[in-house]
């Protein structure tokens, strides 16, 4: 009979023992956030499919290092059009939005942006290499074709001069292919773009276009989040953090020259 009773013991001690590790496990699943990065799959060294079909480039990688330092979250990607990227982190499909986005007034809006840049750049004037015309301002663009991406930065730029402008830039909006500006300028169909300097090698590798003029603006490139949502800012928070920290051990530099050519996260 004490055999028997000892056995019992012993089997419930067991099964409480089960109970405790099962709960253990969901603790610490449960502990660990599932995140969706909006990004694109068209942009070339920055977001793109590799030979394989592979997601990889700048932010895509960035990203997956930062995922790597935060154990309370899961990062995954999913890619859409360069337009709906923020629609979709507007509308809770997509947690944090990645592709080289800057601040602007219309973004801030409706939108919160983590603090550390992960990269800097310089948006200029871009023409085709054998465009001797005096170019220095966006004034010397009024009445010509300029391509760029819709709802950019790039974009915002364009709009706000033909605002305060009476002679206003003829502004034509890509449509489909996000680096179609090379064959669209060489062979005249536009007459320039606007874009950041340090991917002009990138998207241009062959050199049959240039920039021109000064400096529009100068970008600091952060990731967007949800506005007053107190998850997002946390996420936010977290993020800063890892990115000071991928500076500090040189990871970000790292990445930024085997990606971009060189160092642009200074």
């Known amino acids: 009979m004490k ?9 419930i001690v067991a099964i409480i023992a089960a ?5 253990s496990t969901l603790d610490e699943s449960a ?7 909006g990004t694109a799959n068209d942009f070339e060294q920055v977001a793109f499919l590799d030979e394989n079909g592979k997601l990889t480039g700048y932010d895509v990688e960035v990203i ?34 990645a592709h080289l986005f800057e601040k602007n007034p219309e973004r801030e809006q409706k939108f919160s942006f983590n603090k550390e840049p992960y990269a800097y750049w310089r948006n200029k004037i871009i023409v085709a290499a054998s465009n001797n015309d005096p170019i220095e301002t966006l004034a010397d663009l009024a009445g010509k074709k300029v391509l760029i991406g819709p709802t950019s930065a790039q974009a915002q730029l364009l709009e706000k001069y033909n605002k305060e402008n009476k002679e206003g830039i003829e502004i034509v909006y890509q449509q489909g292919d996000a680096n179609d500006e090379v064959p669209q300028i060489s062979s005249g169909r536009v007459y320039a773009t606007l874009g950041a300097d340090f991917l002009l090698p990138i998207k241009d590798p062959e050199g049959k276009l240039k920039t021109v003029g000064n400096a529009l603006n100068e970008g600091n490139i952060l990731y967007v989040f949800r506005k007053d949502d107190a998850e997002s800012q946390k996420l936010a928070d977290a ?18 020259t085997e990606w971009l050519g060189q160092d642009f996260s200074k």
């Open 19 to 23: 109970g405790c590790g099962s709960n």
């Open 64 to 97: 997956k290092e930062i995922d790597k330092r935060l154990a309370e979250y899961e990062f995954e990607f999913q890619t859409m059009d360069f337009s709906n990227i923020l629609l979709s982190l507007e509308t809770k499909k997509v947690d944090i939005a």
């Open 3 to 11: 055999k028997i009773t000892v056995y019992v013991l012993l089997l």
């Open 239 to 256: 993020v800063d953090a890892t990115i000071k920290q991928l500076k500090a051990d040189g990871t970000l530099a790292k990445l930024s």
């Open 31 to 37: 502990q660990v956030k599932k995140i969706t990065v």
